[in-house]
Nanobody, 117 residues
Framework: QVQLVESGGGLVQAGGSLRLSCTAS????????MGWFRQAPGKEREFVAA????????LYSDSVKGRFTISRDNAKNTVYLQMNSLKPEDTAVYYC??????????WGQGTQVGVSS
């Protein structure tokens, strides 16, 4: 089992920044690919960004590319999502995800991000 705890959400004005953190426990963090997803009210959960076990490999959705940066610190068992130039459409609950081949995905409880116009 992997336990994931997100933090760093809040309410900001458009154009502002937030950094989300997700700290993992229970298994060897460096063996998991890590990702961030988000779910806005009335919408399905969608992919935001991911970072592979080898942290030089990252992937972003088109909607956040160039504004968000995902990174990980395997020594701290933590994955980050730096969000810059936030837009009202970025408002959502953000979820941390851990996965590796042959094992089910793990999810955190989510952290709320609100962006006012």
């Amino acid at each position: 089992q992997v336990q994931l705890v997100e933090s760093g959400g809040g309410l900001v004005q458009a154009g502002g920044s937030l950094r989300l953190s997700c700290t993992a426990s229970g298994r060897t963090f460096s063996e998991y690919d890590m990702g961030w997803f988000r779910q806005a009210p009335g919408k399905e959960r969608e992919f935001v960004a991911a970072v592979a076990q080898i942290s030089t490999i990252t992937l972003y959705s088109d909607s956040v590319k160039g504004r968000f940066t995902i990174s990980r610190d395997n020594a701290k068992n933590t994955v980050y999502l730096q969000m810059n130039s936030l837009k009202p459409e970025d408002t959502a609950v953000y979820y941390c995800n851990a996965n590796r081949s042959g094992e089910g995905a793990y999810w955190g409880q989510g952290t709320q991000v609100g962006v006012s116009s």
